[in-house]
Nanobody, 119 residues
């Protein structure tokens, strides 16, 4: 059974930091690209950061220089270190696993964790 379980969300003041973690199980974690998405109220879900199976990373322009994505294949975890948080970072953050196959993409989602940036 595939599971992606996020943790680490919460309430933080502007300028603060949070570290999100996602624990994966039920699939071959190391070969999947792992991403963090977020969805704010009334907005579409957007891609925040991706780390590939070869550890290449990409970030949304809005978080470059503030967020860092990393993975630990020995523990089947992916993390998102978020620094210098802004109120506009407030959203539900989702962990995503994606693998491109000859028959099409295969992907899984976590249940999400709430991040609220407010004074």
């Amino acid at each position: 059974q595939v599971q992606l379980v996020e943790s680490g969300g919460g309430l933080v003041q502007p300028g603060g930091s949070l570290r999100l973690s996602c624990a994966a199980s039920g699939f071959t974690f190391s070969i999947y690209a792992m991403s963090w998405y977020r969805q704010a109220p009334g907005k579409e879900r957007e891609l925040v950061a991706t780390i590939t199976s070869t550890h290449s990373t990409n970030y949304a322009d809005s978080v470059k220089g503030r967020f860092t994505i990393s993975r630990d294949n020995s523990k089947n975890t992916v993390s998102l270190q978020m620094n210098s948080l802004k109120p506009e970072d407030t959203a539900v953050y989702y962990c995503n696993a994606r693998l491109t196959t000859v028959t099409g993409p295969r992907q899984y989602w976590g249940q999400g964790t709430q991040v609220t940036v407010s004074s």
